[in-house]
């Protein structure tokens, strides 16, 4: 039914881009989670809503800031000893997403931008900025030294895989990790995502359940996981 329903969105794109999108999606399909990880779930109002649940203090990081409207809040409600946030940092002010145009007007930098921001914080040495690729900055991490990771990176299999590799190496036993854009489909771009393929198969391998199923109004919804005692 799912098939269909895409094939009929995108319809008025042509046989061909139905045919790739429609195997795409199908092979994004992740597999079934078995009961027992679901145990203790509950489903939250939103990602934001869900940090009032979560346990305070510790490290933590946020992997994919953007402008740092959602780093406010993790700083806010989570109360970190250390905050440390990453990111490409590649918005240009002719790059920039969801029609915003921070970096035009602020006239600097995207890094700049984010750094401006949260300077209070970085010279209290309470928040680190680390610029790159999401995987080869988590490499820099200690391992087991995180409590609690957001990921919000890149959205297709192969690139939430290579992450995975480096978040269970940094996150704690005892951590909690909270994966966002839980959807198979971007239907604004036509972009299939791989982020529930590769983190059913990361609980599965790794014996992760499912804390909190954190709905969005667009269905870019997130999950919360920790590891299953």
Same mark, same amino acid.
């Given at each position: %039914? %799912?098939?269909?329903?895409?094939?009929? *969105? !995108?319809?008025?794109?042509? @046989?061909?881009?139905?045919?790739?999108?429609?195997?795409?999606?199908?092979? %994004?399909?992740?597999?079934?989670?078995?009961? /027992?990880?679901?145990?203790?779930?509950?489903?939250?109002?939103?990602?934001?809503?869900?940090?009032?649940?979560?346990?305070?203090?510790?490290?933590?990081?946020?992997?994919?800031?953007? /402008?740092?409207?959602?780093?406010?809040?993790? !700083?806010?409600?989570?109360?970190?000893?250390? $905050?440390?946030?990453?990111?490409?940092?590649?918005?240009?002010?002719?790059?920039?997403?969801?029609?915003?145009?921070?970096?035009?007007?602020?006239?600097?930098?995207?890094?700049? @931008?984010?750094? #401006?921001?949260?300077?209070?914080?970085?010279?209290?040495? #309470?928040?680190?900025?680390?610029?790159?690729?999401?995987?080869?900055? *988590?490499?820099?991490?200690?391992?087991?030294?995180?409590?609690?990771?957001? *990921?919000?990176?890149?959205?297709? @299999?192969?690139?939430?895989? &290579?992450?995975?590799?480096?978040?269970?190496?940094?996150? &704690?036993?005892?951590?909690?990790?909270?994966?966002?854009? /839980?959807?198979? $489909?971007?239907?604004?771009?036509?972009?299939?995502?791989?982020?529930? &393929?590769?983190?059913?198969?990361?609980?599965?391998?790794?014996?992760?359940?499912? !804390? /909190?199923?954190? !709905?969005?109004?667009? $269905?870019?919804?997130?999950?919360?996981?920790? &590891?299953?005692?």
């Amino acid at each position: %039914m %799912m098939k269909q329903a895409i094939k009929h *969105l !995108l319809s008025r794109k042509g @046989y061909t881009i139905i045919k790739t999108r429609a195997e795409e999606i199908d092979r %994004m399909v992740p597999p079934q989670l078995p009961q /027992y990880l679901f145990e203790n779930s509950k489903v939250c109002s939103s990602r934001e809503d869900v940090l009032h649940l979560l346990p305070k203090g510790g490290i933590i990081a946020e992997v994919g800031v953007a /402008y740092g409207n959602f780093s406010a809040l993790l !700083l806010e409600i989570l109360q970190p000893q250390k $905050f440390i946030a990453i990111d490409s940092f590649a918005f240009t002010e002719d790059s920039e997403p969801w029609k915003q145009s921070i970096i035009r007007e602020s006239k600097i930098s995207h890094i700049e @931008y984010y750094k #401006k921001r949260f300077d209070s914080e970085i010279k209290q040495g #309470k928040l680190e900025v680390l610029k790159g690729l999401s995987w080869d900055c *988590l490499v820099q991490l200690p391992d087991k030294s995180i409590d609690y990771l957001y *990921l919000d990176a890149g959205h297709s @299999y192969e690139e939430v895989v &290579k992450d995975i590799q480096q978040v269970k190496r940094v996150i &704690k036993d005892t951590g909690i990790i909270q994966f966002n854009d /839980y959807t198979l $489909f971007d239907a604004f771009a036509f972009v299939p995502y791989g982020v529930p &393929k590769a983190v059913h198969e990361f609980m599965l391998e790794e014996n992760y359940e499912m !804390l /909190y199923l954190c !709905l969005h109004r667009q $269905f870019f919804c997130d999950v919360v996981v920790r &590891k299953k005692n």
